[in-house]
């Protein structure tokens, strides 16, 4: 196996289980030294205080000859974020890459979701992954060099009904992609966006009745009887690629990324204007216009109206 990583330094969050696990292992054969957070929370994000799954992944690293060392942090505090790049200078003396991986499910229909279910997937995700990325940045900037992988999700890029605070989160990692490309670029620095699909605890949360009529990192049960295979390590080598020297004039991008498929998502572009080229418009000629010149091919997203 050809080492694109060797002598480089990653941090990977939520790395004990699932997607980052087969991230962590497969920059370890590729000959990064890589640190390992994982808190070992279930996927409601209730501590279990039996497992210890970085400790775990560390073990197998250093039994395939590599070098790895556990964190425990949760990314939800601002302060874990600069303790990992310090935990990266101090252990490696160095650090080269930052892939995001964590997450937590809080589903629920809009209207049955709490205060909390909401607040608690917006500060794993979208903010435990700024946490991350803030302080990796500070350490970039100055190096002028870096690369960094976040998660984004097609619930956010599209749209998944009972998935509000999740789709909200991961919709603003792909926007916060985009901006910290563009933060980033001037100082030799990447961020790319994954959006996997993957069977994963977090996917074993949704039952199979409900699997089929899922989108993206969801829609499981069809891709298997298709005979696609939907294993979270098959992430992995994208996720290396993206953090090699390969990829170094990859910036900003999104891609979906499963089986034996990668693919590069578009980015939001118009697809179709109404112009009046004197005055503007009024709702009555918006009522006229808009089915008939930029609406006639949409199709409403949701299920039948429920008529009981």
Same mark, same amino acid.
Request: net charge neutral; proline share 4%; aromatic share 6%.
């Given at each position: ?15 004990g289980?699932g ?18 957070? &994982?808190?070992g ?17 560390v ?11 556990a964190?425990? &942090? ?12 310090r935990?990266?200078?101090?252990t490696?003396?160095?650090?080269d ?9 809080? &589903? ?13 997937v917006?500060?794993?995700?979208l ?6 990325? $803030?302080?990796?940045c ?5 190096q ?10 097609e619930s ?7 998935q ?5 989160? $991961? ?7 985009k ?8 100082y030799?620095?990447?961020c ?8 994963t605890?977090m ?6 009745? $409900?699997?089929?009529?899922l989108?993206?990192d ?32 990859i910036n900003?991008?999104?891609f979906?990324?499963y ?23 009024t709702v ?6 808009m ?9 409403n ?8």
């Amino acid at each position: 196996m050809t080492e694109i990583l060797k002598d480089k330094v990653a941090i990977v969050t939520g790395a004990g289980r699932g997607i980052g696990r087969g991230i962590a292992l497969l920059f370890a054969r590729h000959g990064a030294r890589v640190v390992v957070n &994982d808190p070992g929370v279930n996927v409601d994000g209730s501590t279990d205080n039996s497992s210890r799954p970085a400790a775990q992944v560390v073990e197998e690293i250093e039994q395939l000859g590599g070098q790895a060392v556990a964190n425990y &942090d949760s990314v939800a505090d601002f302060h874990t974020g600069e303790s990992l790049v310090r935990q990266a200078l101090t252990t490696f003396g160095r650090l080269d890459s930052v892939v995001t991986s964590h997450g937590i499910l809080r &589903d629920r229909m809009i209207f049955n979701m709490s205060e909390q279910e909401w607040g608690d997937v917006i500060n794993v995700h979208l903010k435990g992954t700024f946490n991350v990325v $803030k302080h990796a940045c500070s350490h970039f900037r100055d190096q002028k060099s870096g690369s960094i992988v976040t998660m984004t999700s097609e619930s956010g890029l599209i749209g998944n009904a009972g998935q509000a605070n999740y789709g909200a989160a $991961k919709s603003g990692i792909a926007g916060f992609t985009k901006v910290v490309a563009r933060d980033m670029g001037r100082y030799g620095v990447t961020c790319n966006s994954i959006a996997p699909r993957a069977v994963t605890r977090m996917t074993a949360t949704v039952s199979p009745s $409900k699997r089929e009529q899922l989108p993206g990192d969801f829609a499981i049960a069809s891709a298997e009887g298709d005979g696609v295979r939907m294993a979270p390590e098959d992430v992995a080598p994208f996720a290396a690629y993206l953090a090699s020297d390969y990829a170094v004039n990859i910036n900003g991008q999104v891609f979906l990324v499963y089986g034996n498929t990668i693919a590069l998502m578009t980015q939001p572009r118009i697809s179709k204007a109404i112009f009046k080229p004197q005055g503007y418009w009024t709702v009555e000629e918006l009522r006229i216009a808009m089915p008939r010149d930029v609406c006639a091919e949409l199709v409403n997203p949701a299920p039948p109206r429920d008529t009981n």
